[in-house]
């Protein structure tokens, strides 16, 4: 369930007067997402949560602009706390609902096709650290403040406690890594298509260098869990790249905590 709505600050709301709220049931993260409509108006979209995790949005959409198709950060404003950023729409719809199971080849080579122009895009200069270590320092704050909850870690770490998991996790970190510029959060409701095409790219909160299977590991978790196992294989033949099950059940054990 999304938050209630709160009203934002003045400045903001001068500027999406008249416009109709819509909130969108999707994702995970703590924050609440609206799509904003008017009449003879663009759509947009208001991400709504605490401040820190909503200027982290903002900063990576803002270097990413020049590089990928991203939303456009139109207002970002904090308010005691919470952060309000207006962003762009971009054409389509997300890959799970853009093509209702009719084309799930399609679907599957548009995946590897966007996450091979994330990968490839020039990481140098990048300011954003999503590598192991510091994920991993994220992870022990996270579960130290109480933000983990075991009640909604996969199914095969169900019963277990945060404080097991973190001990698996630091005891089964990869020894090297492959580093890209990554999205950090490559799940089908992330991905548009537009047409059967790739359109771009949301829920950029994670998005920084780090290693591929980051991507890969929980990409090719959505499309197990949405449209089934069997098209796990295809995905890493579009990609370019064997699976690496080492590194797949790792990138899948350090989202427990994010």
Not at 208 to 226: I, K, M, P, T
Request: aromatic share 8%.
């Amino acid at each position: 369930m999304l938050p209630p709505r709160r009203a934002p600050p003045a400045t903001l709301a001068a500027e999406i007067a008249g416009y109709t709220w819509e909130p969108i049931q999707r994702g995970c993260s703590g924050a609440a997402v609206y799509r904003l409509t008017q009449p003879g108006a663009p759509i947009r979209f208001l991400k709504v949560g605490p401040t820190g995790m909503i200027a982290d949005e903002r900063d990576r959409l803002t270097w990413l602009a020049i590089h990928l198709p991203v939303p456009e950060v139109y207002h970002f404003l904090d308010e005691d706390g919470q952060g309000y950023l207006l962003m762009s729409a971009i054409a389509g719809l997300d890959a799970i609902h853009e093509t209702h199971g009719d084309d799930l080849p399609n679907l599957v080579r548009v995946l590897a096709e966007g996450l091979r122009l994330f990968h490839a895009t020039p990481m140098d200069n990048c300011p954003f650290d999503e590598m192991i270590g510091a994920k991993l320092g994220r992870a022990r704050q996270r579960a130290a403040a109480g933000l983990v909850d075991p009640d909604d870690f996969d199914e095969q770490r169900l019963g277990k406690s945060v404080a097991e998991v973190l001990a698996e996790l630091e005891g089964t970190r990869p020894p090297t890594e492959d580093l890209v510029l990554t999205h950090g959060d490559y799940c089908l409701p992330n991905i548009l298509l537009d047409g059967g095409k790739l359109s771009g790219f949301i829920d950029l909160g994670r998005a920084g260098v780090a290693d591929r299977f980051q991507d890969l590991a929980l990409a090719a978790r959505s499309l197990a869990y949405n449209f089934g196992e069997e098209w796990v294989p295809l995905l890493f033949e579009h990609y370019g790249i064997a699976p690496d099950p080492h590194k797949m059940a790792y990138f899948q054990l350090l989202d427990e905590f994010f």
